[in-house]
């Protein structure tokens, strides 16, 4: 199939884009990759009267490292891009190790990281990253500028806090910290398929070797990437040990309430969703020591 008619604009500076969305609001769409947009619209399931084309905004393309340590990502930036930065691989690990997971380097070549979070796809491992890093994005319009956390941007499946007149136009990320360790793990049925379950943490060690922070996000098991916060509870000030790392999987197992479709039982997503936040802890823990010595 193809898209019902559409009028089409591409704009050439950042003020033009936001005109056109403050104009047309609900009623337009953006493309930025399109990876996801455009088989949508071929399948008439998305039907915008008006596409709005920002990929003649270059200066929305760019990485750049923050003085705290950071880092900000312009929201065009290619997801290609960010997975071969070597700035990303020095100062965001978890980031850098995710990017491989995204489909096939083909859709990575054109897809951008603004759009993978907008669409927030609740199986995609970008908005899960951005929820366990604790991002923040920048929100902008005619009339104002805002910024955003990651845990209040995901509302549900598709769904964020974005409103029809915004452009995101930045992602910033905070800095890595020295005794910080981290994991991603998921299972699809093919590589390149979206995740049927899978979780991402950060672990950080204080200089007794307790835990100091903890975060544990799983993606693919509701309508929006999830923070489990009742087994990061359980493991802040402690011994990370196996007794306890096996408690707080114990309570991610509990604390998972997914639905079945056509890919997994419930049942499937609740045990593998365990599992995986295990493996990721552990994984998570022995990179913690390792930068710790």
Known sequence: MKPPAFEYFAPASLQEALDL?????EEAKVLAGGQSLMPLMNLRLARPKV?????????????SADPNGGLTLGGLTRQRAVERSGLVQERNPLLAAALPLIGHFQIRNRGTIGGSLVHADPAAE??????ALGA???????RSERAVRAEDFFLDTMTTAIQPNELLTEIRLPGWRPRLGWAVEEVARRKGDFAIVGACTLLELDEDDLCKAA??????VAGKPLRMQRAEAALRGSNPDERLLAEAC???FDDLDPDSDVHASATYR????????RRALETALRRARENSK
Do not use: Q, T
């Open 126 to 131: 970008l908005p899960a990253v951005s929820l």
């Open 51 to 63: 596409i709005i084309d920002v990929n003649g905004l270059h200066h929305l393309a760019s990485i």
């Open 270 to 277: 609740r045990e593998a969703g365990g599992v995986l936040a």
């Open 21 to 25: 969305l403050d104009r047309y609001g």
């Open 215 to 220: 975060r544990i996000a799983l993606f693919g």
């Open 136 to 142: 923040e994005f920048v929100l902008r319009s005619v």
């Open 250 to 252: 114990r309570l991610v």
